[in-house]
Every structure is written in structure tokens, then in C-alpha cells.
């Protein structure tokens, strides 16, 4: 028995199939396949290191079925043909011969094609994403009888190519808006034939698509399904629609249930962001493991062992199924199974290096924590030619993975910290709807700690600097502050100087200047108190401009929810005793403000950089005193100098 983590370290069956633990690596489209949707050497060598990261499962990103509509994405694994079957045969055998059981999810996209037009779907209502761009080209074709049994026929071939190809298991694909739930859910399925109306008919094509599919593979071999809880969308699928299907693939020997929830319209329940409770979904899960024998898998922002351990000791599902957590580390399970969850680096749900920085952009797959994701080979960490002395200038997310990086790779390293190690990610992380944050900077703390790197804490000069080989630079920024009459009031603060505690906490009107991410997060935060009143003033004609999608989704939901006023297009021109004066377009208008936060952005501190590069020493610039940028830019950017040293 696994002292740290029994539950989520003892073996449990999928039909016949033993799994060594309750960890699934749930299925997540790369992008790293070829164009045709071929496997490449990149895709199976990202997976690789999953299954050394001893992952019971590994549910192989979704496949599209046939060579018409089902093809979701660029680069997507395609299983329409048989040809497929040497790429596919090369991961399920890389997979396998590491420990790991190989399964894979079948596909077709339905309405959600970001490919864009032509799609299909059950009924011709259009994915209101694909609307905005291509208006009228986006709704979809209602798919015909002849085209419904052609596609039972598709997934079934899939299924038995996925088994040819060496794949212990079989996924198909039943939930988040793609075509399987066009048809589950009401809010997508307005068919008046045998298959929409009744929950019975809405469920036919998915009853039929796995009846194929098992006839195909035969008895013995297990078929597990991937349900929504419900689709979060008004007049949409329930958990009792999901209660219904649960129970009824399990009566045509369905082998386990994969419970998430959303759809790409509703994406927040799906990809939870950090402003969400972790676990949004689990409570799906326990609500179908109460109704069926099979195992059923949570999933959904289960980023912590002790948690995902929780949840399953507490009999609320039979496996958890991870998949961004997985992303940031494909270590995750061999660390905490060796009782180290220190070492995990942390997922902390920001969505900005899978999805807005990969998918959303057509790319490939990136990570915030995990600079590697998609480049194993090419940004590993190898030992250093010549070993040095590195003095990294700063210890916020930059820095320390600077340092920490620099340290693995055998250099000696010091780090000057002025002030707290973590820099900007304290103040980022002071909202308790950002915590995630704090999992990233207990993680980038603990490595330097424990890498031997040695920590000053002093604000170094160049004087100081002057018996090192190399310097990393990651002296961050200054915020901006507002040049115009008043801004030197006593109820005037930088935002930043509020997200802490001890901060100030204001009541009454708060006026925020600047609704970027800080100037939004500072409003909401606010508007949460009782007692305020907060207005946002933005110079551009949006806010939250470089959010990202979900926090633009969240944020939005809040600052209607809480009443806070927006003013876009408006330049602040003088701060007085009657408030914020502002100029939008041709007039003028006075916001009263007990209080007024600037959010006005950030100047990168470049001094010291500049110094060092005049004096020819060895020197690198990286993260926020580079170009004031995101988690994401400090990471990369750190991790990148510290190989380069
Ligand atoms: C980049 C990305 C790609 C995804 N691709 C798929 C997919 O191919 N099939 C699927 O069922 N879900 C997909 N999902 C959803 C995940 O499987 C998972 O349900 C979701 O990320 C929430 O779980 P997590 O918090 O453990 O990441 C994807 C999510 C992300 C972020
Ligand atoms: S980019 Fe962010 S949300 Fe996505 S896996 Fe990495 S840390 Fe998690």
C-alpha cells in the first residue's frame, strides 16, 4: 500500500484491464500530430514522458472518425482510415512498453469545428463562436438518416482500429458540444425524427455508436464513454438526462463513465478556470457513481494529490482523469507516489499555454509551469560545458526559474531578493479567487531551496555583481503611476500596493484607472465588499485587453453581477476633491471617489541590465524587466536563460 497516498495508488479494473492506480490522463488534443492527423515523433514523444510519469492511464487526446466533418482542429490525431493504424500501433506500443495502459478517445466535432464551415450536427443551430466569424456559413447541416448510420459505421471502424493498433481501451467522446452531445442535449437537438424529442431518442445515436463500436471489438474489450454532467446551457442537458445515459451504457456494457461537464460555449465548466472552485464537476461524478456499478472518473481542476486522494477515499468517484495538472508536470503521479507533491509543478488553471497561447491560436500545446511541453528533447535541461558562477538579479517567477534551472544544470547560483522571494506572484496571488497562484509560488520556491542555490537578500548592484561569470537579470517592473494633477492625493494608491495584507480597504465610490487585468481584478475584488461602489475608467475603447478567454468570461460575469460601473474611451485628466475627472471622446465627465486605485500599467526596471551590458559582463535579461508580460513570459523566459548559461 502506498504510504502517502493509498487510494489513489491501488490498482482498480476497466472491464478486464487492470489500471496499477486511479490516475487517467484525461484526453487533451495537442496539436502535435502531422497535418493529415498522422502521429508524429513529437506527439509520441510528449506522451512518453506520461507514461514514465507512472500514469495508470493515458486516455489518448481525441481522433476524428471520418475524413468529412469530424476533424475539430489543425493538427488533430486523426482514425478515419486504416493507414492510421502504423502511427497509431507506434504510440499505443510506446505507451505500453513504459507501464502504462494505452486508451484513446474517437471524435467527431459536430457543430464545433474550429476549423470553421462546412459542419454537421444533430440540428442546424450553429456554435455561436463560428456565428461570429462566419455568420450564416457556420449553422450547421442537419445530419441526414444515411449520414447518421454512415457515422454509427465511422466510430465503429475507429473502435476497431484503435484495438488493431495495440489501444487497451477505447474512449468515445460523449461530451463537451461535439456531435455526440448535439444530440444529447435538448439545447442542441431539435430533431422531430427518432432521434431528438424524447430523452430516449436523444440518446439513440450515442446507443448506436457504441453498440457499433462493441460488435466491432468485441465483448471482452472495454469501451468507456465521456459524458457531461450537464452542458451548463440554459434549456441544455441535465444530470438527470446524464443519470438516464449513464444507466443505459452500462446496461449495453459500457466498461466506465468519464464525467466532465460544459461545452466549449460554456467553457469555464469545462476548463475551469482559477476563479472557480477546484473539483467543479466531481459532484457530477458522485451523483452518476451512486446509479451505476462501473467505475466513474472525476474530472476537472483536480490539481492536488491530497485532493484527488480525497475525493476518491471519500467513495465520490473510482478514478480521477487530469488533464491540465498533467500538463504542467507528466511527472505528477511518479512524484506524489514517492511522496513528494512538493516537486509537482503545479497547474494553476490561468488556461494561457494550452488554450489561449495553443489551441485558440491554431497551435500547439504549451504550458505556463511546464516550458518543455511539446520541446522535450529540444529545451530539456543537460548538464552545463563549463560550470559558473550565475548571479540571478530578482526571485520573482522569472528569477527563481532562472536560478533554479541554472542550478540543475550544475552552475553555482546566487539570488538577490530585495524583498520577499516570489516578487509580483505575492500580490497576484492575494485574491483568494487567484490561490491557484499560490500553489506556483510555494513550487518555484521550494526547487530553489532545494537546489542548492543560495539566497541574498539585498537589492544587488552592479558592484556586487562584480566576481560573477554570468548575470541573469529579473529586476521586474515599477508601476507606471498616472502623470496628471492630483494623482499625488492621500486617497490616491497603486493598485498593487491594495492586493496585500494590510492593504487598504476602501468603502464607498472606488474608482479604479486602468481596466487591464490588475485594474479588473483590483475592481472586483472591491466590489465584492460591502459598502462600494466601484468604477473602472479605461483609456482603450475595451477592457481587459491580453485577458484571458475565461478570464474575460468570469470577470465580465462579476463586474455585471456586482454593479461596477465601466467607462471605456475615457482619459483620466485630473484627480480632485470631487473625484476623477475623465474625458471621453469630445466631453467631460466626474466620477466621485472616496477612493481612487491605479492600474495604469507596469515600466520594466532596466537600469541595472543596461549597466551590466555597458560593462560587457555576460548578461541576460528575462521576464517582466525584458517586456512586462504574464506567468507565462517569467517562466519561459527564466527557464529559457537559465539552459542558455
Ligand atoms: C488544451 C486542451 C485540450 C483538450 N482536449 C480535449 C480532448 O481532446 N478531448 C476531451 O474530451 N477533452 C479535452 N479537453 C478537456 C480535458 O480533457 C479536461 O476535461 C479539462 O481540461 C478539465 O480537466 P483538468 O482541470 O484536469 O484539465 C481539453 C482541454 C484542454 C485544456
Ligand atoms: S497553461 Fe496554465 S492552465 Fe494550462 S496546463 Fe499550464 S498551468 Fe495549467
Redesign the pocket.
Given at each position: 500500500m502506498n504510504p502517502y497516498f493509498p487510494t489513489l495508488f491501488s490498482p482498480c479494473k476497466i472491464g478486464n484491464v487492470t489500471i496499477k492506480n486511479r490516475i487517467c490522463k484525461a484526453p487533451q488534443t495537442t496539436g502535435l500530430s502531422h497535418m493529415d492527423g498522422s502521429v508524429s515523433s513529437r506527439l509520441v514523444r510528449c506522451y512518453e514522458d506520461l507514461a514514465r510519469g507512472e500514469v495508470g492511464m493515458i486516455i489518448v487526446e481525441y481522433a476524428f472518425v471520418d475524413r468529412k466533418y469530424s476533424k475539430s482542429a489543425s493538427n488533430q490525431l486523426g482514425i478515419c482510415d486504416d493507414e492510421y493504424i502504423v502511427g497509431l500501433g507506434w504510440l499505443a506500443d510506446t505507451i505500453k512498453n513504459l507501464g502504462s495502459v494505452p486508451c484513446i478517445q474517437i471524435e467527431h466535432c459536430g457543430r464545433q469545428r474550429f476549423l470553421g464551415p462546412p459542419m454537421k450536427s444533430a440540428s442546424p443551430n450553429p456554435w455561436p463562436l463560428m456565428y461570429e466569424r462566419y455568420g450564416r456559413a457556420a449553422i450547421p447541416e442537419e445530419l441526414t438518416i444515411d449520414e447518421i448510420h454512415q457515422l454509427v459505421e465511422d466510430f465503429g471502424r475507429a473502435a476497431l482500429r484503435a484495438k488493431t493498433a495495440g489501444f487497451q481501451v477505447v474512449e468515445i467522446h460523449g461530451a463537451h458540444g461535439y456531435l455526440i452531445t448535439n444530440f444529447l442535449s435538448p439545447f442542441t437537438n431539435q430533431r422531430r425524427d427518432w432521434y431528438g424529442g424524447s430523452r430516449e431518442n436523444r440518446f439513440r445515436f450515442l446507443e448506436q455508436v457504441f453498440t457499433r463500436c462493441k460488435e466491432y471489438v468485441g465483448e471482452d474489450f472495454p469501451i468507456i464513454v465521456r459524458l457531461s454532467g450537464t452542458d451548463y446551457e440554459p434549456g441544455g442537458m441535465t444530470i438527470d438526462d446524464t443519470i438516464y445515459y449513464a444507466q443505459r451504457l452500462e446496461q449495453l456494457g459500457c466498461a466506465a463513465i468519464d464525467v466532465s461537464g460544459g461545452d466549449h460555449h460554456q467553457m469555464i465548466h469545462q476548463v475551469t478556470p482559477m476563479q472557480l472552485d477546484r473539483g467543479h464537476n466531481v459532484w457530477a461524478a458522485e451523483a452518476i457513481k451512486k446509479v451505476v456499478k462501473i467505475p466513474v472518473f472525476a474530472t476537472g481542476s483536480i490539481t492536488q494529490p491530497d485532493f484527488a486522494e480525497e475525493i476518491l477515499a471519500s467513495g465520490k468517484a473510482d478514478f480521477i482523469s487530469m488533464g491540465?495538472p498533467l500538463?504542467?508536470d507528466p511527472y505528477w503521479a511518479k512524484k506524489a507516489q514517492e511522496g513528494h507533491p512538493e516537486d509537482i509543478s503545479p497547474?494553476?488553471?490561468?488556461?494561457?499555454?494550452?488554450l489561449d497561447r495553443g489551441n485558440h491560436l491554431g497551435k500547439s500545446i504549451?504550458?505556463?509551469?511546464?516550458p518543455t511541453l511539446g520541446f522535450e528533447d529540444a529545451l530539456a535541461i543537460r548538464p552545463a560545458d563549463k560550470v559558473r558562477k550565475v548571479a540571478v538579479v530578482g526571485g520573482g517567477p522569472a528569477g527563481l526559474k532562472a536560478a533554479d534551472t541554472a542550478a540543475l544544470r550544475g552552475h553555482e547560483v546566487t539570488l538577490f531578493e530585495k524583498r520577499a522571494l516570489g516578487g509580483w506572484l505575492h500580490e497576484a496571488s492575494y485574491p483568494d479567487f487567484k490561490a491557484d497562484i499560490r500553489d506556483a509560488l510555494r513550487y518555484l520556491v521550494t526547487q530553489v531551496n532545494k537546489h542548492g542555490v543560495t539566497v541574498v537578500e539585498k537589492e544587488a548592484t552592479a558592484a556586487d555583481l562584480a566576481g560573477f561569470d554570468a548575470v541573469i537579470v529579473a529586476t521586474g517592473t515599477t508601476p507606471a503611476g498616472l502623470p496628471v494633477p492630483g494623482a499625488d492625493r492621500p486617497n490616491v494608491t497603486l493598485a498593487v500596493d491594495a492586493l496585500k495584507e494590510g492593504g487598504v480597504r476602501p468603502t464607498g465610490q472606488v474608482v479604479v484607472v486602468g481596466g487591464g487585468l490588475i485594474g479588473v481584478e483590483t475592481a472586483v475584488l472591491f466590489s465584492r465588499q460591502p459598502d462600494t461602489q466601484v468604477t473602472i475608467l479605461e483609456m482603450l475603447p475595451q477592457i481587459m485587453n491580453g485577458c484571458s478567454d475565461c478570464d474575460k468570461i468570469v470577470y465580465g460575469g462579476w463586474i455585471q453581477e456586482n454593479g461596477v460601473q465601466v467607462f471605456t474611451s475615457s482619459k483620466v485628466v485630473s484627480i480632485g476633491e470631487e473625484g476623477v475627472t475623465f474625458e471621453q471622446r469630445s466631453r467631460r465627465g466626474t466620477v466621485p471617489a472616496d477612493h481612487v486605485f491605479l492600474a495604469t500599467g507596469m515600466k520594466p526596471n532596466q537600469a541595472l541590465y543596461e549597466e551590466l551590458l555597458a560593462q560587457g559582463v555576460m548578461v541576460y535579461n528575462v521576464g517582466d524587466s525584458q517586456a512586462p508580460g504574464k506567468i507565462y513570459d517569467a517562466v519561459h523566459s527564466g527557464y529559457k536563460a537559465g539552459l542558455k548559461v
Open positions: 491540465r500538463l504542467a497547474c494553476i488553471r490561468c488556461n494561457e499555454g494550452c504549451n504550458c505556463t509551469m511546464n
